[in-house]
């Protein structure tokens, strides 16, 4: 694609988020900011959730992700469905009944500060890491698109994508992002729609056509219940998935601060809900695709790629199909990333404001001052994680975010499930820890699973953590009185 339009389009696209950031963030405050004045539509926030949850992770990893699992993925997003049935019944009632504005506001009350502050920085290390992860992807498209045609390092190319988030945020923040992130979600799933209906043109496929060469792929296995030693057996996928959905949404500052801006429990249920529905259909659109981009590949007799997260990309962007995929392709992925990114941003400086900081115990214009600028560093430190990323070369993104989760995330299941689930009193000042330990041993039995096993630990990382952190809770715990 030529960089001149690859501009155009980066120019056009960020000067409509910057407008609809100036409409919806007037006489914005840190209410605003944090919870959207509690004044969300639930049906918009639903939208936005589904771009916020797939991100340019899927958007490129998951389509790749089909090489090596096939449609087994599937195994996890139906137990994702059922971690938001947990979601929506069990966490939700809990967070507006205590009428919270950060979820681990939770742990002060029930366990105590040390647990309260532990909760906070182990979301605070995660989202950071997984927004970075996300941006990554963005960054070195748009880094071989663009910039290395203008001749712009990578580090420049990174500051400018950050320092173009931060312009639409830093006002209105949630009150914005339901908004932008609507809009992002529609726009990369017209573009998965297109990239597929070009597919089929090129190959002369109907409707039929198309399902027809999915089936005869040889991707399209979904349930693998035979080799327990897989990480892709069912049980494995499907336990995993309810976990991974409790703690990356239900446990996730970023996802429940949308949830918390609906107007009362019932939009924010009906939010929860349909977005747990249509996240089954989105994702198997999206390994539907990568299916045909692999049949396209082998049709036209394109080489496949050491990388299966460069599938998408070439085939959108090498000219093999219309001008108009690649420039979908582009903002798809543009948009895609940015949904996921801008609520990280806003939600890690929510995070570390409210939880660390104490800003809703000052006086609104102190508040606002310090929000705005903790929002200014969480932005650069993402830039520097992004470095970081590109400097050890990560392949699959999607492993990546989901391997971080299992170690990050273990600690709150943990946290929370003690905290619902019983009436013990934790020695909170042994609370961080826990919260250390557990995942250190977690990374040495994993390290170690193939010889004391037979087979290694996949996703389900996250609820040996979370167990044994549960376990290590109840010994530092008492009845109480």
Not at 184 to 207: K, P, R, S
Request: with cysteine; glycine share 10%; proline share 2%.
């Amino acid at each position: 694609m030529d960089p001149l339009l690859i501009l155009s389009l980066v120019g056009v696209y960020f000067v409509v988020l910057i407008a609809l950031s100036v409409i919806t963030s007037r006489k914005a405050d840190n209410d605003s900011f944090f919870l959207g004045n509690r004044r969300s539509p639930w049906v918009v926030v639903a939208i936005g959730m589904v771009g916020a949850s797939l991100s340019g992770v899927t958007f490129v990893s998951v389509p790749g992700y089909v090489t090596s699992v096939g449609f087994t993925y599937m195994q996890m997003v139906a137990g994702f469905f059922v971690g938001y049935l947990v979601i929506a019944f069990v966490l939700l009632p809990l967070y507006y009944r205590l009428n919270l504005t950060s979820i681990y506001s939770y742990l002060d009350g029930r366990f105590g500060v040390s647990s309260y502050k532990s909760g906070a920085l182990l979301f605070i290390a995660s989202k950071l890491v997984g927004a970075a992860a996300r941006l990554y992807l963005m960054a070195v498209v748009m880094q071989i698109a663009l910039f290395d045609d203008l001749g712009v390092s990578f580090a420049t190319s990174v500051a400018v994508l950050i320092g173009l988030i931060y312009l639409y945020t830093f006002r209105g923040g949630i009150k914005t992002i339901i908004w932008t992130d609507a809009l992002q979600t529609l726009l990369f799933l017209v573009a998965v729609g297109v990239t597929i209906y070009h597919i089929g043109n090129e190959m002369n496929l109907g409707v039929s056509g198309l399902i027809s060469a999915i089936g005869d792929s040889g991707f399209f296995k979904i349930f693998e219940f035979e080799n327990w030693h897989s990480s892709q057996h069912f049980v494995k996928q499907f336990f995993s998935g309810i976990f991974i959905t409790i703690v990356m949404t239900g446990l996730d500052q970023d996802m429940m601060q949308k949830n918390l801006s609906c107007r009362n429990l019932k939009d924010a249920r009906k939010n929860i809900l349909s977005y747990g529905f249509a996240f089954v259909p989105v994702n198997l659109l999206f390994l539907s695709l990568g299916a045909l981009l692999v049949v396209f590949m082998q049709f036209k007799g394109i080489s496949m790629p050491a990388r299966a997260d460069d599938i998408f990309p070439i085939v959108a962007t090498g000219g093999y199909l219309p001008l108009s995929v690649g420039v979908l392709f582009f903002l798809g992925l543009l948009a895609a990333a940015l949904s996921s990114a801008d609520s990280a941003l806003t939600a890690l400086t929510t995070s570390f404001s409210v939880d660390i900081l104490k800003v809703n115990q000052l006086t609104p214009s102190a508040g606002k001052r310090i929000r705005m600028f903790v929002h200014v560093c969480f932005a650069i430190i993402t830039g520097f994680v992004i470095i970081v990323f590109r400097m050890a070369g990560q392949d699959s993104i999607i492993d990546t975010v989901y391997t971080l989760a299992g170690y990050t995330y273990g600690p709150l299941l943990g946290l929370f499930a003690f905290g619902l689930y019983t009436r013990r009193r934790v020695r909170d000042k042994v609370v961080p820890l826990i919260a250390v330990l557990t995942p250190v041993i977690t990374g040495v039995i994993d390290y170690n699973a193939m010889d004391w096993f037979g087979f290694g630990l996949g996703f389900e990382k996250l609820m040996l953590n979370g167990a044994m952190a549960f376990g290590l809770l109840w010994m530092f715990s008492r009845k109480e009185s």
